[in-house]
């Protein structure tokens, strides 16, 4: 009742109350989707917004997350393997997505994370799109080592950089050896940085 209470009401509940929501058995996810099916009613109604999402990079991977079909060790798996695409057949997409109706146009690439001269192709794909085509834009590119490189894709335009802490530190051993859980967490501060919101979800089993 007291989330369906900040539900009507609007406001965003406290994090006592959030924490409260994963200890509660009695909480299924059916009440959950039901409280939040009155705010998306009234801000939205029968609404949606399209996300496309463009997989401009396929394999060639160095990572080993288990949980990846582009890991590694998939390669045997019959995974198609290609290179980034040509910047024409990128903003060709782009421009597919846009007159499909999409509020949003992902790229995502494959790898540990963007070179420095990968981060200057993409900043330059990001100004080409938004230049053209008024929809929100985000990468998902893998780590950030180096801050600038975050700035630079923001002062390009980016909208949204997708990055995931996955598991907790001391599950990560046990999904990747390729990569620490510091090497997700300074991706995040450098987006932060750079004036990326970062949005928290908590996923428990």
Same mark, same amino acid.
């Given at each position: 009742?007291?989330?369906?209470?900040?539900?009507?009401?609007?406001?965003?509940?406290?994090?006592?109350?959030?924490?409260?929501?994963?200890?509660?058995?009695?909480?299924?996810?059916?009440?959950?989707?039901?409280?939040?099916?009155?705010?998306?009613?009234?801000?939205?109604?029968?609404?949606?917004?399209?996300?496309?999402?463009?997989?401009?990079?396929?394999?060639?991977?160095?990572e080993? =997350?288990?949980? =990846?079909?582009?890991? #590694?060790?998939a390669?045997? /798996?019959?995974?198609?393997?290609?290179?980034?695409?040509?910047? /024409?057949?990128?903003?060709?997409?782009?421009?597919?997505?846009?007159?499909?109706?999409?509020?949003?146009?992902?790229?995502?690439?494959?790898?540990?994370?963007?070179?420095?001269?990968?981060?200057?192709?993409?900043?330059?794909?990001?100004?080409?799109?938004?230049? #053209?085509?008024?929809?929100?834009?985000?990468?998902?590119?893998?780590?950030?080592?180096?801050?600038?490189?975050?700035?630079?894709?923001?002062?390009?335009?980016?909208?949204?950089?997708?990055?995931?802490?996955?598991?907790?530190?001391?599950?990560?051993?046990?999904?990747?050896?390729?990569?620490?859980?510091?090497?997700?967490?300074?991706?995040?501060?450098?987006?932060?940085?750079?004036?990326?919101?970062?949005?928290?979800?908590?996923w428990?089993?």
């Amino acid at each position: 009742e007291t989330l369906r209470r900040y539900a009507r009401e609007q406001e965003a509940p406290d994090r006592a109350v959030l924490l409260s929501v994963f200890d509660a058995a009695a909480i299924g996810l059916e009440d959950l989707l039901s409280i939040a099916e009155e705010p998306r009613k009234k801000f939205f109604g029968q609404k949606v917004q399209v996300h496309i999402l463009d997989n401009i990079r396929n394999g060639h991977c160095e990572e080993d =997350c288990g949980y =990846c079909a582009q890991r #590694k060790s998939a390669k045997a /798996e019959d995974i198609p393997a290609y290179a980034t695409k040509e910047t /024409e057949e990128i903003l060709k997409e782009a421009e597919n997505a846009y007159r499909s109706g999409a509020y949003r146009f992902c790229l995502v690439t494959s790898g540990t994370g963007p070179t420095p001269n990968s981060v200057e192709r993409y900043a330059d794909i990001i100004r080409q799109i938004k230049s #053209k085509y008024p929809m929100r834009l985000c990468l998902s590119a893998g780590i950030i080592k180096n801050a600038e490189h975050a700035k630079v894709l923001a002062a390009a335009g980016l909208d949204r950089y997708n990055h995931n802490l996955n598991t907790s530190e001391d599950h990560t051993p046990n999904i990747t050896k390729t990569h620490t859980f510091q090497d997700r967490v300074s991706t995040i501060r450098h987006l932060h940085d750079a004036g990326y919101p970062v949005r928290l979800y908590i996923w428990r089993r």
